[in-house]
């Protein structure tokens, strides 16, 4: 009863710090990866599209965007339109209403952990408080990632996989077009889920065979998974094709006279199938150099432990033992030919688990470029082997203490003030002096992460906001674009304003730029640009942990 009740504390958290709404920033790819592209295409405002989905380079399928972020913003605009909410669009509706939805969809992880948890020797409550504590359940279910569906998707793969095994009950198999359904879905959202699918389709497969004495009923379900995985992907195909390219009904009218040859010839050379694209992509070390390149055991030795502190690190342990235990056993096959066949790691816990785990841990670590964030579908089977025989008992306190800091870190402080920036700007471009009385806003982001401008709720025809990403450029190149937005005087009636992080607040005065108006939003941390440890002990300790919004004196600069 006391798991239970904690399970739902946690529960009103998620939804509750989701709604506040968290100000911490992970990662770009949480907004250029589906908000962004979707408020440009469908509310019609002023937005950066990614390079992923530009039609000249498509590797990122426009389905799920639509699902999701498509769907949100488009209820909100229909909300606007019918007049029931007049102001429904604004920068706090467009960043929440996709975490919500990403929130609810969440959920989906404690229904698979609830039903997996018995059939993997767990307790199910407890498995659940040590899911819903989590900080990446928090902070990085709650956001939208494509790595956040994945993990979604991963969770239903596996629950469908392991139907068949309850209270040790062999029962007849019915999921195959569901999972083939599912398997082609994440290869479409993300091509490394075959990576996460490997071990699950394999264990589903060797059950199908073990419990089917029929040779025809096997080749029937593996059918059923191949045709609905074909089905899968011409939708996707399909859709993004429509998307992608100028190819529309009218161009099918067009060409449905022609040899059927030649339809083939049309559609294979219009066709957009982005997994490929994708793959061809980041198979090439070239351009992942250009994300970053990381030692090949950074997600062993930092990034898991980084996501799940302690549970990483135990079931590196587990996995160890289970190793050395099968080495033994080969070792002395010969003298126990007679043996039991299968691993004897019962005191360690079922070995599956562990390979649902490292499989696809070490896939991912064949790849040069390794973020944190790749890893955490990786979450439901670390949980699942962690609550089973209570190993995360003894280090309750450390995992609550790590989640905590989690939390606060990557929920609140990383990149923590420019969500509340944009939404601060959001309302000085929207103000009734600026509807009144026509101004042009010079925004120029430095050593920030790159802004969504979508929040800042402009639409495409107004031209009198620019927004500048200055990104981390160095002080000569910031000093010569800011002294031309300060001395622009074509413009009458323009305001500048520069926003950089606390910790390069004097690279800024160095500029022999005058300013009249200073914000400061706290908190806000950046890994990139770090606050001087001595400085955080001195009066002026919230100006190393906070994001300026300083606006240029254009009057002294005329003078």
């Known amino acids: 009863m006391r798991a239970r009740g904690l399970w739902a504390l946690l529960a009103a958290l998620r ?25 440009g295409d469908i509310l019609n405002l002023q937005v950066y599209y990614p390079w992923e989905f530009l039609s000249s380079s498509p590797c990122r399928t426009v389905v799920f965007p639509l699902m999701t972020s498509g769907i949100t913003y488009w209820v909100i605009k229909s909300l ?66 494509t790595n956040t569906l994945e993990g979604l998707l991963f969770a239903l793969l596996m629950v469908l996989v392991s139907s068949r095994k309850s209270n040790g009950s062999s029962a007849e198999p019915t999921s195959s077009p569901l999972i083939g359904i599912i398997t082609t879905a994440g290869f479409f959202n993300r091509p490394t889920f075959l990576a996460f699918a490997l071990m699950p389709l394999l264990y589903w497969a060797g059950l199908i065979v073990d419990s089917q004495k029929s040779i025809k009923t096997v080749i029937n379900h593996f059918l059923k998974l191949v045709l609905c995985a074909c089905f899968t992907a011409i939708v996707f195909i399909t859709a993004d094709t429509f998307y992608f390219t100028s190819m529309g009904l009218d161009n099918l009218y067009s060409i449905k006279k022609s040899s059927l040859f030649d339809v083939i010839g049309h559609l294979n050379e219009k066709m957009v199938v982005t997994p490929f694209n994708f793959l061809s992509y980041n198979l090439n070390p070239h351009n992942l150099a250009l994300h970053g390149s990381h030692p090949r055991v950074t997600h062993l030795a930092v990034n898991g432990i980084m996501l799940f502190g302690i549970l990483h690190i135990l079931a590196i342990c587990a996995g160890l033992k289970m190793l050395k235990k099968c080495i033994h056993q080969l070792i002395r096959v010969k003298s126990y030919c007679h043996g039991s066949s299968g691993l004897s790691v019962h ?30 579908p990786l979450i439901l089977p670390l949980v699942l082997f962690s609550a089973s025989q209570n190993r995360a008992g003894k280090w309750k306190h450390i995992i609550l203490v790590f989640n905590v800091l989690g939390a606060l870190l990557f929920g609140s402080l990383h990149q923590g003030g420019l969500i509340p920036c944009l939404f601060h700007l959001e309302r000085l471009v929207h103000s009734p002096e600026s509807s009144n009385h026509p101004r042009h806003y010079s925004l120029l982001f430095a050593h920030t992460y790159m802004p969504p401008r979508s929040l800042l709720n402009i639409k495409k025809r107004d031209t009198h906001v620019e927004v500048i990403d200055m990104a981390g450029s160095e002080e000569e190149t910031l000093c010569q674009v800011v002294g031309q937005q300060a001395n622009n005087f074509t413009c009458n009636d323009c305001h500048v304003f520069v926003v950089l992080p606390g910790t390069v607040r004097a690279t800024i005065t160095k500029c022999g730029v005058s300013f009249k108006n200073e914000t400061l939003i706290f908190p806000h941390l950046s890994m990139e640009d770090p606050p001087q440890v001595h400085l955080l002990f001195h009066g002026n300790w919230r100006s190393q942990l906070g994001l300026y919004i300083l606006q240029v004196d254009r009057d002294q600069q005329s003078l």
């Open 15 to 39: 939804a509750g710090w989701c709604l506040l709404p968290q100000t911490g920033y992970l990662h770009p790819d949480e907004f250029f990866q589906s908000p962004e592209v979707m408020a």
């Open 80 to 145: 606007q339109q019918l007049g029931i909410c007049s102001s429904c669009i604004n920068s706090y509706t467009l960043l929440v209403s996709p975490r919500l939805l990403f929130t609810i969809f969440s959920f989906i992880l404690d229904y698979s952990v609830y039903r997996l948890a018995p059939s993997w020797d767990a307790d199910p409550w407890k498995a659940l408080v040590l899911l819903a504590g989590s900080y990446v359940t928090l902070v990085f279910y709650t956001r939208t990632f």
């Open 347 to 376: 005191s360690e816990g079922n070995p599956m688990l562990l390979l649902f785990y490292f499989v696809p841990l070490a896939f991912l670590s064949l790849f040069s470029h390794q973020e944190p964030r790749f890893l955490i």
